[in-house]
């Protein structure tokens, strides 16, 4: 096969020479192309919300058992204080019918003031009863304030059953034993839940 004269500038052209392989171009990567992954990149975790998933810590044992107690003891003193209330209410209509019969006479004095002492016992008893309730309610939120008032009056109420204890033990009476006793360990447990280290972690947990 001719190409044609080469001197002939209207023949056919020669091939152009081909270059050898590999020459004059990049060398082919060797591995395999690197991958794009598939999907979005991870975003990092979120925290948990507060009021959803993370539960607050529970209420330690002791501390449980030093609210049931406040509640039974408010539940004692409204029953002292009602028992107080009606006693002053007789009393003081026992009083004045003995004013209307007999005039003023020193049983009718006499009468109004037992009268009046019922009625400031019922008044005390009843402000113990607001007070042992609202602390027993209180103690699920866990506020300084509220730990350091169970404290003193825990300590109080021990040491109240104690001064019981010591007029029981001369009088020889049983009654009042077991109400000292029952002071005592109402009382001590109270003011113990309150310095325990659960009950100083649960009063300084955090609050959302």
């Known amino acids: 096969m001719s190409f044609g004269d080469p001197n002939n500038p209207y023949g056919q052209a020669p091939p152009p020479p081909q270059a050898p392989p590999g020459y004059g171009y990049p060398a082919a990567p060797q591995g395999p192309p690197p ?3 598939y999907g979005y990149p991870q975003q990092p975790g979120y925290p948990a ?7 607050p810590p529970q209420m ?12 039974i003891v408010g539940a004692v003193q ?15 209509d026992v009083s004045n019918k003995t ?17 009046g002492i019922f009625f400031v016992f019922a008044l005390i008893f009843l402000g113990l009863t607001a007070l042992s309730i609202t602390l027993g309610v209180r103690l699920s939120k866990g506020y300084q304030g509220v730990r350091i008032t169970t404290m003193v009056y ?12 010591v007029g029981a033990a001369n009088e020889s009476s049983s009654g009042a ?12 447990i109270m003011a113990a839940a309150m310095m325990t280290r659960d009950g100083a972690a649960w009063f300084n947990r955090p609050r959302y």
């Open 154 to 165: 825990g300590i109080l109420g021990a040491v109240v059953g104690l001064l019981i204890l």
């Open 177 to 188: 034993l077991i109400s000292a006793i029952l002071w005592m360990v109402f009382g001590g």
């Open 35 to 37: 991958q794009q992954p």
């Open 99 to 115: 004013d209307d019969t007999f005039g003023d006479t020193p049983f009718g004095d006499i009468g109004h003031a037992a009268a």
């Open 60 to 71: 330690p044992g002791l501390m449980q058992t030093a609210r049931v107690f406040l509640f």
């Open 49 to 55: 919300y507060p009021g959803g998933m993370v539960m």
């Open 78 to 92: 409204a029953l002292v204080g009602i028992f107080a209330l009606y006693g002053a209410a007789v009393t003081n």
